[in-house]
């Protein structure tokens, strides 16, 4: 299973994410729901780098792995659009978890 946990601040903002494990949907590359996790989870970290200059704290493994932390001190306006971009993924990483519960976890804190 997929397990993404998503970190929040004391003002709701998404401060970090992590996801670890893999789907086991099925064999390793056809597994659509770990395509769609890392597309999804890749894709954001891209897209914040790219829109807003953000470059966050990214650690991963071949095993699996992936944690992204968002620097704490960001101008306002660009702030914003990170959590906007962060708010997309999580949105994106909630219809994959309607549709295949069983394979992805979000828990948040």
Known sequence: M????????????ITSFKMSGHADFANKGQDIVC??????SFGSINAIMELTGVKPVI????GG???????ETLP?????????????????????????GKYIKITFG
């Open 35 to 40: 395509a769609g996790a890392s597309a999804v």
């Open 59 to 62: 650690k991963q493994s071949n």
């Open 76 to 100: 306002s306006m660009t702030a914003e659009k990170v959590q906007l971009l962060l708010q997309g993924m999580v949105v994106s990483l909630q219809t994959i978890q309607q549709d295949y």
């Open 2 to 13: 997929i397990h993404v946990q998503i970190k929040r601040n004391s003002e709701g903002y």
């Open 65 to 71: 792995y992936l944690e992204c932390k968002i620097p």
